[in-house]
């Protein structure tokens, strides 16, 4: 079993790539995440289960690598991921597709100030907490790193994998914001592959943008 506890340490390498040690579970988890999302932009309800797997590794993966509030954001996603799965499944009637899933659509204007507020008000406070922990947190978010950066990254990318699960368009504006802010931050933190990943998936974000518009209009 010691073999299998240390695939999921990062300090386990499986390649050297121009330097830089590529652990397997750095590997994997990117693999995974990228599959992931490329099927999220294709609307494809398997973005689910793969989105299961990925959220697990990622956690694992985040947490030694001391971003906290991207560890945290795993366990919010991976709810997600099950949520989204019901949502697609089992549309109410008038809102199903060619496919009986979830039909894309958009939210109303007003509605966008709240998700902004929420976005917001939500870096502020998480940031706040990661970087002066309560005592019994001390422990764990004293090394923490570019608390509020990341705090963004935690709250936007909820705001946004929610808004996946209800098959919103507006999901894919947040990604887009989201994926070149997570690439600046995991490349100064030193996880380049993981800024590698987000930097890919800036253009995947701009084709799910694109795909999720051509799946409104249709079924509009």
Do not use: H
């Amino acid at each position: 079993m010691d073999w299998l506890i240390d695939l999921f340490k990062i300090d386990t390498i499986m390649v050297s790539v121009f330097g830089y040690p590529l652990s397997y579970l750095e590997a994997v988890t990117t693999v995974l995440t990228l599959a992931c999302i490329i099927f999220a932009a294709r609307a494809n309800i398997a973005t689910f289960a793969l989105g299961i797997i990925c959220t697990t590794l990622s956690f694992f993966f985040f947490y030694q690598a001391r971003l906290y509030s991207s560890m945290a954001l795993q366990v919010i996603f991976f709810s997600f991921n099950v949520y989204g799965y019901y949502q697609w499944t089992r549309p109410k009637k008038g809102k199903e597709n060619e496919k009986n899933q979830l039909k894309v659509s958009r939210y109303k204007n007003n509605s966008y100030l709240l998700f902004a507020g929420i976005i917001v008000v939500g870096t502020l406070l998480w940031g706040l907490l990661v970087s002066n922990p309560p005592a019994f947190l001390a422990n764990e978010f004293a090394e923490a790193q570019y608390p509020y950066v990341d705090a963004f990254i935690l709250v936007a990318s909820v705001v946004a994998q929610f808004m996946i699960a209800k098959k919103k368009i507006e999901n894919w504006i947040i990604w887009i914001v989201v994926d070149i802010i997570a690439t600046v931050l995991y490349a100064a933190s030193g996880a380049v592959f993981m800024s590698i990943l987000y930097g890919i998936l800036i253009f995947n974000a701009v084709y799910g943008l694109y795909e999720w518009k051509k799946m409104y209009k249709y079924n509009k």
